[in-house]
């Protein structure tokens, strides 16, 4: 069915099975995607998406980490606010496209604050001729000739839009969840947007308006996993107080943040004595 060629697409970029000699290889690794309906059935058009902010809602009140919004629109409202909201407030991430009309304008959802705005860079790092851009973008992604997953013909097929850069953004911060669970979504997104590498001296007529670049999943990767692993703190003490030469001394060792397996401990003018 044509209709769902779309976002069978967007998401098979965010999270198709990953190293089964099959299709696609997704940037979210074998995350689990969770499929939200924000149509009427049969409506007219198959590109309008008249129920997202409700769509939005169904995910947060399912436990949808990440949202993916590859959709868009010009206009402001205070309730489409309030939703993202509350999905922020439930424990989501929400990631919204800056939208395809290859200007500077203002794009809904990924304007509202705390969202994610995502413009689209080509395999050069050139920003894509399609994408918007501006100063509200948070970060660039691929979306030109992203070859994913359809919902008819051969399975596979290639398409460009703010749309395929999107999941990228979402499949990498699912990808960054699972590798780091108990990481709050503030510091994930840090990671995302620190690690960015910066393209601008590639894309000079849009200094500030891509973001802080195109999404490095190395980086981000790596960013996040920094957390994981606690590097000990040796906490030598003694509960003596001796300073005559040749008194043996006692010594007591512990560590904080992590075990310590080994200790060394260094005396001026003397050797280092090692205790396990």
């Known amino acids: ?12 970029i965010a999270g198709a099975v990953t ?8 940037i979210g690794f074998n995350i689990a995607i969770m499929p939200v309906k924000c149509t ?64 500077e304008q203002i794009r809904y959802p990924a304007a509202y604050n705390g969202v994610i705005a995502v413009a689209s860079t080509d395999d050069s790092d050139n920003k894509s001729g399609f994408s918007n851009y501006g100063t509200w973008v948070d970060v660039s992604a691929p979306g030109s000739a992203i070859r994913s997953t359809i919902a008819q013909g051969n399975g596979y097929t290639g398409f460009s839009g703010t749309s395929m850069a999107t999941p990228m953004v979402a499949g990498l911060l699912g990808l960054m969840k699972s590798h780091n669970p108990n990481l709050s979504n503030a510091k994930l997104e ?8 910066n393209i601008y001296s590639i894309n000079p007529s849009y200094i500030g308006k891509m973001g802080s670049g195109r999404i490095n999943a190395k980086k981000s990767l790596q960013c996040v996993d920094q957390t994981l692993v606690a590097k000990p703190k040796a906490q030598i003490q003694s509960t003596q107080s001796l300073t005559c030469p040749g008194m043996q001394v006692q010594f007591q060792g512990s560590s904080t943040q992590g075990k310590a397996d080994t200790y060394k401990w260094y005396f ?3 050797n280092p004595y090692t205790s396990t």
């Open 40 to 103: 009427f059935n049969a409506q007219s058009s198959p590109t309008s998406i008249p129920m997202g902010y409700e769509g939005m809602t169904y995910a947060a009140n399912a436990g949808a980490d990440i949202i993916n919004c590859s959709w868009s629109s010009s206009l402001f409202s205070l309730t489409a606010q309030d939703v993202v909201n509350y999905a922020i407030s439930k424990g989501c991430i929400v990631v919204a496209a800056a939208s395809n009309d290859g200007v």
């Open 19 to 26: 190293d089964n000699n099959l299709g696609v290889a997704s």
């Open 268 to 270: 001026t003018g003397g």
């Open 1 to 12: 069915n044509t209709n769902f060629t779309h976002g069978t697409h967007v998401g098979g």
């Open 190 to 197: 840090q990671c995302l947007i620190d690690s960015a590498d």
